[in-house]
């Protein structure tokens, strides 16, 4: 996967001004990325054409500790809510493998978020989506992550940006607090409840069917392998990974 100059166009004023003898321009760095985020290779496998790898390297470190891909996912995201009308929200998680190479990081060096659950050694990517493409918020957690207050946390990060938006979560979510909290941000919950409840409630069954766009968005940025499984010891490494995933998927 490749970006073309025309749409590198858009990101161009937001990426840092390359100063002094740099080989490789940003276009041909933000390919490499690619490269590496959507073949899901070892650095030392990328092609020469993107420059030393070791060189890319640092480069990626340097600008995932800065932010600096977080500034412009998070340009295209604005751009993107402002052209469409958000009408539902979806909320769900989904666990990531690590890589045996993902373990070890210093505590010094940044977060590191990986927990052992049934499935072993995973990481958790907690989203709120408003389409099969718009993520909204995101956020790590290692994989022993409870889904009910981890949505708590996603709902307080929305506030009401989207006020009046419907939320649809799956039954992991169907606690009285997690409710309580979509609605304290004036989002009505649409979720089943537990065939166990005591108190059952009824919910829009047809406005549920609108939760498959997370399901849809966690497909989407799976196609990217480093995405899909976690090699990297660092948070902002395998988050960068995420947000370039995205930003490839908005620039199409």
């Known amino acids: 996967m490749k970006i073309t100059e025309e749409q590198f166009a858009r990101i161009r004023p937001l990426l840092p001004v390359q100063r002094g003898n740099v080989v490789v321009d940003n276009l041909v760095f933000i390919n490499a990325l690619l490269y590496v985020v959507d073949n899901g290779c070892k650095w030392r496998a990328l092609p020469a054409e993107y420059g030393h790898w070791a060189t890319v390297y640092q480069r990626c470190y340097r600008w995932a500790l800065s932010g600096v891909l977080e500034k412009v996912f998070l340009a295209l995201q604005r751009e993107k809510i402002l052209q469409v009308e958000v009408k539902l929200l979806a909320i769900d998680s989904t666990s990531v493998k690590v890589h045996p190479d993902a373990h070890g990081a210093r505590r010094e060096r940044g977060g590191q978020s990986i927990g052992k659950s049934r499935g072993g050694w995973t990481t958790k990517l907690h989203v709120v989506a408003a389409d099969d493409t718009l993520v909204?918020?995101?956020?790590?957690?290692?994989?022993?992550?409870?889904?009910?207050?981890?949505?708590?946390?996603?709902?307080?990060?929305?506030?009401?940006?989207?006020?009046?938006?419907?939320?649809?979560?799956?039954?992991?979510?169907?606690?009285?607090q997690t409710r309580a909290a979509a609605l304290a941000h004036g989002h009505p919950p649409v979720v089943p409840p537990k065939s166990n409840r005591l108190d059952p409630w009824d919910y829009d069954t047809e406005l549920y069917k609108g939760r498959n766009v997370v399901e849809r968005l966690f497909r989407r940025i799976k196609e990217f392998r480093r995405v899909c499984t976690r090699y990297d010891k660092l948070d902002a490494m395998y988050l960068t990974y995420v947000q370039l995933a995205f930003i490839a998927i908005w620039l199409k």
Request: aromatic share 4%; proline share 7%.
């Open 136 to 176: 909204v918020e995101m956020h790590l957690t290692g994989g022993q992550a409870g889904d009910g207050p981890e949505g708590r946390v996603s709902l307080d990060a929305v506030g009401e940006s989207f006020p009046g938006a419907p939320v649809a979560m799956d039954r992991a979510y169907e606690g009285d």
